[in-house]
């Protein structure tokens, strides 16, 4: 891994870049809280239907079914900043692991929409936690030159995660004839798609268990020769120095609270304002219509209910293959790059979809579309996916992990976590209302906040790639001397 690697600040006392095996290692271990979080996310897609029939919802209760998980979501990124800070990274990361675990039997056995919900909304607390916890440890573990591609397998996790759901909806339903038919022990196959998030949930918690506490965390408590033996182990460089710039961005902050995120001209760091804005546009674009709602979308367009869950698996395989080439270029073409490529591709992508659904045919309560359109609104669905997938999905869980300082890095990622998944319920609340009205409008929205991610990242967005964490301490401090106008950043 060392072929190509020219030595920076970290490395400036050694010229030797540390293996990267076992960091890689750890990385993959804390992103799995991603696979959870894909995983749980994204399991409803499959029982929408058979919770329509069996519990009678509406439309509105329905879809609070659906995005209550991301209302829980906001709590559980507000709380686990300060729980990691309090107890550390992996110790947060085992709870989390046990609130998906409760979510998953609680929702299996669930006897009503109520009961749905509350199941739901827990384990969502367990995704907004796994939301920040991830990016945060991989982003402290990680040696600069690593760090987009190692943050990048969060993102993957993800993907991967909803891929697993879907396949397991697909392979649960076809076992029992259909979602809502019974499969075993007496309970229905779209019960079953919810109990079996119980294995992941184990691994999970087995693993973060075993991982090493992040070095910034044991610097924060004062244990510096624990810091050091992981800097040495993972990072490389000259440690003691790394030591000393830690102290210096986090020493006289150990614990954060909002009022350290205030300053600049509109109540908040500039920073942190860039990453609210960056975790909104990510699901102000609709990509989880994609995968909470597929199964129902294509259903109601006129595909089978096994054809609409196929549908929804070669998505999900369509995303996994972009997050890899997302992987493999974000060190190279920068985060702020990729997001603009991405943004134009899906602003093509939905304003195609939008025009489709517009030419759809309504025969009584169904829509069909006719001749090419379906055809055609697939292939835009599946390029919004890649487009998002290569783009927007990782860069923005990356970003999120090494655009704020070390002094307020968790209390600003939980802020914007919060932020992004009460956007996410915001959209997924909104779109069987809106699918009502008709699926045109929908898209149509979607594509105009694309268009809208492009120019904010254009107009406000800085590079981060190749810079170590503690000099975004720096450039905060400049900002708030200029008065919160941001230093000028590399492009």
Excluded: C
Aim: proline share 3%.
């Amino acid at each position: 891994m060392s072929d190509g690697y020219r030595a920076g600040p970290s490395t400036a006392a050694t010229g030797v870049a540390p293996p990267a095996r076992g960091v890689t290692g750890l990385a993959l271990a804390a992103a799995l809280g991603g696979l959870l979080f894909g995983f749980d996310s994204s399991v409803i897609n499959g029982t929408t239907t058979a919770i329509r029939e069996q519990f009678d919802p509406g439309s509105f209760l329905l879809g609070t079914a659906v995005a209550s998980a991301l209302l829980g979501s906001a709590v559980g990124a507000w709380f686990a900043g300060r729980v990691a800070d309090r107890l550390g990274r992996p110790p947060t990361m085992g709870i989390t692991a046990l609130l998906f675990a409760a979510s998953a039997v609680g929702s299996g056995l669930a006897f009503g929409i109520w009961d749905l919900i509350f199941w739901r909304v827990l384990g969502g607390i367990a995704i907004g936690s796994a939301s920040v916890i991830a990016p945060a440890y991989i982003g402290e573990i990680s040696p600069a030159r690593l760090r987009g591609r190692l943050g990048s397998l969060q993102q993957l996790a993800i993907t991967l995660g909803i891929f697993a759901a879907l396949i397991s909806d697909y392979a649960l339903a076809q076992a029992a004839g259909g979602a809502g038919k019974e499969l075993l022990l007496g309970l229905d196959a779209w019960r079953w798609m919810f109990i079996v998030g119980v294995v992941p949930a184990a691994v999970y918690g087995i693993l973060a268990m075993r991982l090493p506490e992040s070095p910034r965390h044991l610097v924060a408590a004062g244990r510096d020769d624990d810091a050091a033996v992981q800097l040495r182990r993972y990072v490389g460089g000259d440690v003691d120095h790394r030591i000393a710039e830690i102290k210096r961005t986090i020493g006289f902050e150990r614990r954060t609270a909002l009022r350290d995120l205030l300053g600049g001209r509109f109540g908040l760091l500039p920073i942190v304002w860039a990453g609210i804005a960056l975790s909104m546009f990510q699901q102000l674009v609709g990509i989880n219509v994609i995968f909470y709602y597929s199964t129902q979308l294509w259903s109601s367009v006129g595909f089978s209910e096994s054809d609409a869950l196929l549908i929804g698996v070669i998505t999900s395989v369509t995303n996994i293959v972009t997050t890899i080439v997302a992987i493999a270029v974000i060190d190279r073409i920068g985060r702020r790059r990729l997001l603009l490529i991405g943004s134009a591709g899906m602003t093509l992508a939905l304003s195609t979809m939008a025009v489709m659904f517009a030419g759809a045919v309504v025969r009584g309560d169904s829509v069909a579309l006719e001749g090419t359109r379906g055809t055609v609104a697939l292939v835009a669905a599946n390029v919004f996916v890649f487009s998002f997938g290569a783009s927007w999905g990782p860069a923005v869980w990356v970003l999120l992990g090494e655009m704020f300082p070390n002094r307020i890095r968790t209390t600003a990622l939980a802020v914007a976590a919060g932020a992004q998944w009460l956007t996410n319920f915001a959209v997924s609340q909104t779109f069987p209302v809106l699918s009502d009205a008709g699926l045109q409008f929908a898209y149509g929205l979607y594509a105009l906040f694309a268009l809208a991610s492009f120019v904010f990242v254009r107009a406000a967005l800085p590079e981060t790639m190749g810079r170590e964490l503690e000099d975004m301490t720096d450039d905060v401090s400049r900002t708030a001397d200029a008065g919160g106008r941001a230093p000028a950043q590399a492009t």
